[in-house]
Every structure is written in structure tokens, then in C-alpha cells.
């Protein structure tokens, strides 16, 4: 069972950089899991933001936060991280992390899903 915890929001102010932590408490989350990560702000659909193929690792990124986010993973740890730079009061939302065995990149759906991370971005 892939049962996927997130940590590492808080609240940031403009400018600042975060990084988010993806892990599963369970079964450990090898090379051969897509992973990615969504946010969804209040009243807002949920957005996917970055995410890694199983594949051939290779990275997608939402226009959005292209150049100021980067997905990245540790396979021995089986962890999956979120470098967030450069952040704005309109990247506040609940981000959650996703993964899925042999997944691609991007993709809409996920098999498993964290339950989420709030990151306030606010002077």
C-alpha cells in the first residue's frame, strides 16, 4: 500500500522558497512511480504543477511556475521533493504529491495522493 505523506509547507512570504517533501508511508516508492505534484486554491480547480515520468525521468512543468519550480527525486529514499523559488501570494494553495506505478508525464490521474500540504505565500 502506497499511502503518500507531505511535508514542508508553511507559510512564506513573497520571494521566498520552500521546499515540499514527498514520502510514502508504506510500500516504498521506487524508480518505476511517476510522481508529480497539484495544488488547488480556494474556489480555484485543482492545477497540476510538475511532474517526473517513470520512464526516463523526464520533468514536465505548468507554465505557471516554469523556471521558479523543480521536481526532483531520491530513489533510495524513496522521496520526492518540490524546490518552490521565487514564490508569489498567487502560488498559495494545498499541494498535494501523486504517483502511479509506470506513470507518465503529464498526466491527469494518479493512483495514489497525498493528503495535501498548505503553502502560504503573504507578507
Known amino acids: 500500500q502506497v499511502d503518500l505523506v507531505e511535508s514542508g509547507g508553511d507559510l512564506v512570504q513573497p520571494g521566498g522558497s520552500l521546499r515540499l517533501s514527498c514520502a510514502s508511508s508504506?510500500?516504498?516508492?521506487?524508480?518505476?512511480?511517476?510522481v508529480g505534484w497539484f495544488r488547488q486554491a480556494p474556489g480555484k480547480e485543482r492545477e497540476g504543477v510538475a511532474c517526473?515520468?517513470?520512464?526516463?525521468?523526464?520533468?514536465y512543468y505548468a507554465d505557471s511556475v516554469k523556471g521558479r519550480f523543480t521536481i526532483s527525486r531520491d530513489n533510495a529514499r524513496g522521496t520526492t521533493y518540490l524546490q518552490m523559488n521565487s514564490l508569489k501570494p498567487e502560488d498559495t494553495a494545498v499541494y498535494y504529491c501523486?504517483?502511479?506505478?509506470?506513470?507518465?508525464?503529464?498526466?491527469?490521474?494518479?493512483?495514489?495522493w497525498g493528503q495535501g500540504t498548505q503553502v502560504t505565500v503573504s507578507s
Open positions: 501523486t504517483a502511479e506505478a509506470y506513470g507518465t508525464c503529464p498526466q491527469s490521474q494518479y493512483d495514489y
Open positions: 508504506g510500500y516504498k516508492l521506487e524508480y518505476y512511480y511517476g
Open positions: 517526473m515520468s517513470s520512464v526516463d525521468d523526464s520533468t
